[in-house]
């Protein structure tokens, strides 16, 4: 192994003891050596390729930021979807605002910054080589300089399509050249200082495959989170918050209102009983013994439909709505299942506040028999009981089930947005449709 080849390796490793957020998905990069470029580049399946030359350059302190700022980019899915924009050189100008912002100022990381942009001498306020653009750590704000004028630019907790409507106004007629290196275009074009690195969108994706990317980096991103809470469930993130917190809940966002679906359909379920044996903590403060209320502990089951009428998209937006009954409801247990004609046995899983998190992503090698026969999983209920998580049994499915279907009578079934719920009415199932939000 190469000494360059080394140093990536080290640094892959170094990620993960230091910040397992960004080693998560590191990993999930394919890195290779590139003579034919001058810094490094990411292209539009998120290969990255790199000069060992430049590599060379950096401390090893700035090889984890760069690795991690050439991972923001994938799981961002800038290299997707900015090829159509009306301005590619100042799109990627913000896409490594929003990203440098983040691994320099949030994260710390150790890399020079320009956080000045001189646009009538097309430089910026940092000599360092091996430089990109970030904002003002304390500020959040880049600053442009245009014919001997200052403009700030808030950059802080926006994304690069906020920064790009921002700067848009004050670069448009610039005709900047925002390539580095031998893979840029810059001919006619006025050269800003370089960065370290190159988007490289030569080729243009298909739908199909631009989906495919999505889906992969969507739920690397979700992975890289569960593994961090793993790694390092007691993180401090500052005042802001945790910084990734939006972007996950952007790709995770449910259709169904579940606070007030829980609300409505487990108010009725929830048992009262009395000790006086033991008195309620309130009664020390108002002087007056009360009883010790007693209640069972509230729990629901999540079904979800994996036969072979639901397609990835579908399965997509089941698990979404998952993630919306954990957030609803933290303080209650969530058992999940998978089904299509019997229940997938070995992915029965229970999940409580302690990991949660994990429930945000599928579980891997779900098994499915192709069919659709949603009485098996009350037949699997009543062989496999859980007392905890019986409150509510909640189904996931496109409805395209068997007639006279078998199903509890504390049940619920969420209809995707194409399918049909005929068949759960005539049953006198209680059905939302995910289109529609009640």
Known sequence: MEEHQLRIETAKAGLFMKFPFFGYIVARLNISENPNIDTLCIDEKCNVSYNKDFIRKMTDANLLAVLSHEALHAVFLHTIYFRDTVDRSIMNFAADLEVNDIIVNLENMDLPMNTELNLDTGKGNNSSSISGFAPDRNSGEFVFIKNKKRHKIKCRNKSSIEIYDEIYPLLKDENLSYDSGKTGNSKGKKQIAEG???????????????????????????????????????????????????????????????????????????????????????????????????????????????????????????????????????????????????????????????????????????????????????????????????????????????????????????????????????????????????
């Open 196 to 438: 370290f690195d190159n988007h490289d969108f030569k080729e243009i994706l298909a739908e199909a495959e631009k989906l495919e990317e999505q889906s992969k980096w969507n739920e690397t991103l979700i992975g890289a989170d569960i593994f961090q809470q793993s790694v390092q469930p007691n993180k401090d993130y500052g005042g802001g918050g945790c910084w990734y917190g939006r972007y996950i809940d952007s790709i995770l966002k449910p259709q169904i209102d579940w606070r007030a679906v829980l609300r409505k359909h487990l108010i009725e379920l929830i048992p009262f009983d009395y000790s006086y044996s033991t008195p309620a903590k309130k009664s020390y403060a108002i002087k007056v013994y009360e009883p010790k209320i007693l209640r069972k502990p509230l729990g629901v089951t999540v079904c979800i439909d994996v036969s072979g009428s639901i397609g990835e998209e579908e399965l997509r937006e089941f698990l979404s709505e998952v993630v919306g009954v954990a957030k609803a409801a933290s303080e209650i247990s969530i058992r999940r299942l998978y089904w299509s004609t019997e229940v997938d046995e070995k992915n029965d899983e229970v999940f409580t506040r302690k990991n949660l998190r994990q429930l945000f992503t599928p579980a891997k090698n779900i098994h499915s028999t192709g069919g659709t026969h949603i009485s098996c999983v009350q037949e699997y209920l009543e062989k496999h009981r859980n007392r905890n998580t019986e409150s509510l049994i909640i189904y996931l499915t496109d409805g395209y089930i068997e007639g006279d279907p078998i199903m509890p009578k504390k049940c619920l079934a969420i209809i995707s947005k194409d399918g049909d719920e005929s068949t759960l009415k005539n049953a006198k199932i209680k059905t939302i449709k995910m289109n529609n939000r009640r």
